[in-house]
């Protein structure tokens, strides 16, 4: 009887050690697979760039044979970043009723990506210009579909430069007006997109009458003098979604985790970003940052 009690309490001790040592695999099982996940997570929130953005191209370089070259490529290897391009032929849609044969060539071929916007860059003059030269310049954008017999031939929009900061009343009439011409006319469709630029903060009245507003367009240094992103944020009556950067004259030395840094910070306030390094000819070429740029944009 005694014999038959330590052999049952010996397989009881196996028993229970066996349980134990089960029990330790289990948890250490599990956290093999909770844990990895914990620290992606953590990694990623530590290295996130924050929200997607735009990348802004004020596209204002001939399209000689491969000028173009360097925006394509980037457009086409980051499908998963969009891209909102400026057409300026000639100070808008120019003199004729068509751009010259460059134009034609390659404005279809980056019309044709899903993730490009392109926009027709008309001039206002502070809303001084004669809104009947405006609107003329608009419905020759509009027609370039139909007079081309080439659908791709086409912008989606307009981008209004030289549109005025401080607030008057028949200044936003103006706005406004071709904000709804713009707005209803097929040609620019199906986005009929509308970006001012008064290049530095307007008056926030403004804001609602375009769906983008550049509230910055200057050198690095002023961005840093004007408190950088500290400066979105401070917009009344405003939202990420509305505000647009375009900051040239990056010094070459602000590469790598610093630019990083630069990218993110502007990321997180506005919805479309343009940066350089070149401090001459910064929308007539493309710097040797460009690709670092559009690669920070993607991540």
């Known amino acids: 009887m005694g014999l038959e009690q330590h052999v049952r309490r010996k397989g009881f001790l196996k028993s229970k050690r066996s349980r134990i040592i089960l029990a ?13 996940p914990a620290v992606v997570v953590t990694l990623r929130k530590k290295n996130s760039m924050g929200p997607k953005s735009k990348v802004f191209v004020p596209l204002y370089v001939y399209p000689a044979p491969g000028t173009w070259d360097p925006l394509e490529n980037a457009i086409s290897t980051h499908p998963d970043v969009n891209f909102t391009v400026i057409i300026n032929p000639g100070s808008g849609p120019g003199p004729n009723a068509l751009p010259d044969g460059n134009y034609t060539r390659e404005i279809p071929k980056l019309a044709r990506y899903e993730n490009v916007r392109l926009l027709g860059y008309v001039p206002t003059t502070y809303t001084k210009r004669n809104i009947s030269l405006v609107r003329k310049d608009i419905e020759t954008y509009a027609a370039w579909p139909t007079n081309s017999s080439n659908p791709d031939l086409a912008v989606r929009g307009i981008f209004f430069d030289e549109t005025p900061q401080q607030y008057d009343a028949k200044a936003l009439a103006y706005l406004q007006s071709l904000t709804s011409f713009v707005k209803k006319m097929p040609g620019l469709g199906p986005d009929n997109f509308v970006v001012h630029n008064p290049g530095v903060v307007p008056d926030s009245r403004y804001l609602a009458s375009a769906d983008s507003t550049v509230v910055f367009e200057a050198t690095y240094d002023t961005f840093l003098e004007r408190q950088g992103a500290d400066l979105f944020r401070n917009i009344p009556d405003s939202n990420r979604s509305q505000l ?18 630069l990218v993110k910070r502007v990321r997180r306030v506005a919805d479309e970003i343009f940066i350089t390094h070149l401090s001459t000819d910064y929308y007539s070429s493309f710097g040797n940052k460009w690709d670092q740029f559009v690669d920070l944009m993607a991540a």
């Open 24 to 36: 330790t695999f289990v948890f250490i099982a599990i956290l093999a697979v909770v844990i990895p």
């Open 244 to 261: 647009c950067a375009v900051i040239h004259s990056v010094p070459d030395n602000i590469e790598g985790p610093e630019l990083r840094g």
